[in-house]
């Protein structure tokens, strides 16, 4: 059956270095699996589909050793996938599976001939802005302390200010209702209040 391109489910650390590829595991493997020569999936492996088929990636590792949110998967992923579960009804599609920070692309040849051209044309223009980046830094300057707290101090009664005159500014209609139950200046309610009472001279 076809699937859309799926995520990577194994970081290159978890991968071998150099994969088996069908044809090594043998000719049984490839009939048990309906697998394809160049396919270095292990579909023995548990939760593990012989559904599609994927060749040895191409990887552009992660930026980072580690994301903040734990993630270590490649910035970018390439495999040439076959996807060929229940072939009589579904067909058999092969495709470049490219795969990129959640997001997923399935190419053919004139795309993936569209997307080297687009990086090699990327190429020049990124070592451009990294010595474009390397100039401007010789400006930059560490923060100080001392200075960030006392701006952050000074910055602190005229944000009390600004919400009083804001609550100034705010229409009536804006402005809460008194509680019911503060009652009248002087006592009593609006349907009971309290009347004067003048002493006797």
């Not at 580690?66 to 599609?93: I, K, M, Q, W, Y």
């Not at 070592?127 to 006392?150: I, N, T, V």
């Not at 500014?169 to 002087?186: F, H, I, M, V, Y």
Request: charged share 25%; net charge negative; glycine share 8%.
């Amino acid at each position: 059956m076809y699937k859309p391109a799926q995520s990577p489910t194994e970081t290159p650390t978890d991968r071998q270095s150099t994969p088996l590829t069908a044809v090594e595991r043998g000719p049984e493997w490839m009939a048990a699996y309906c697998c394809t020569a160049w396919c270095t999936m292990d579909h023995s492996s548990p939760g593990a589909t012989a559904e599609w088929h994927q060749a040895a990636p191409a990887i552009i590792p992660p930026l980072k050793a580690r994301h903040d949110d734990g993630n270590v998967e490649p910035f970018l992923t390439a495999h040439v996938t076959t996807s060929n579960g229940e072939p009589d009804v579904f067909g058999v599609h092969t495709e470049l599976w490219i795969w990129s920070g959640g997001e997923s692309y399935e190419l053919d040849e004139e795309q993936t001939d569209q997307l080297i051209a687009n990086i090699e044309s990327f190429l020049p223009r990124l070592r451009g802005a990294r010595a474009l980046l390397a100039e401007a830094r010789k400006g930059d300057c560490p923060r100080d302390p001392a200075a960030g707290s006392r701006a952050e101090s000074e910055s602190e009664p005229a944000d009390g200010l600004r919400e009083v005159e804001d609550a100034k500014a705010a229409p009536a209609c804006c402005l809460p209702e008194p509680s019911p139950s503060a009652g009248w200046a002087g006592g009593g309610t609006p349907e009971r209040p309290v009347q004067a009472v003048h002493s006797a001279k």
